[in-house]
């Protein structure tokens, strides 16, 4: 699969045919996730794959921005202890930096193993750290469901590039391109 066909074409997925994901494709999946690149080089991020329905049910109760029935929930937790030492002040926002990277690289990764996901970020991260059993300087920062896509996914529908796309200066309104 081309690179930029996959980043042109990947969606997300927020309705799944409930077929479970083979362990070896999530496990792939988190080896995506953890070689994304990592501010100050830090790594403060972990990882909890979950497949057990029950507990995908309680992240989902506790995820009003979750959709469908997902059979598997990757959680990207940053230690934000680790963090915090590491990079004082600057250590939270690396962290975010991380697990959006992170999440990229497995939203891709995803794709290519033909697999829909969706990242979630309306959550109770205290609920869903204390489901999972996280120490409290671990915290929950995303939510990637995953399953196999059911239906059509659809056109992505993006801003003219042109209205977003600047070179060497920001170009002011009514400006030509050129």
Known sequence: MDLFEAIMERRSVRSYQGRPIPVGDLERLV???????????????HFVTVTEPKI????????????????????????????????????????IMD???SAQNLLLAAHALGIGACVVRSFHAKAVG???GCPEHVVPELLVALGYPQGNLGQGIRPPLEDLSHNERWRQEGSSHE
């Open 56 to 95: 995908v049910e309680a992240i989902k109760a506790l995820s009003p921005g979750m959709f469908g029935g997902p059979v598997a929930v990757i959680v990207l937790c940053s230690d934000r202890a680790k963090a915090e030492k590491r990079a004082s002040s600057n250590g939270y926002i690396y962290s």
């Open 99 to 101: 697990v959006s990277m």
């Open 31 to 45: 080896k995506a996730a953890h070689w994304a690149p990592s501010a100050g080089n830090i790594n403060p991020r």
């Open 130 to 132: 204390s489901l999972l």
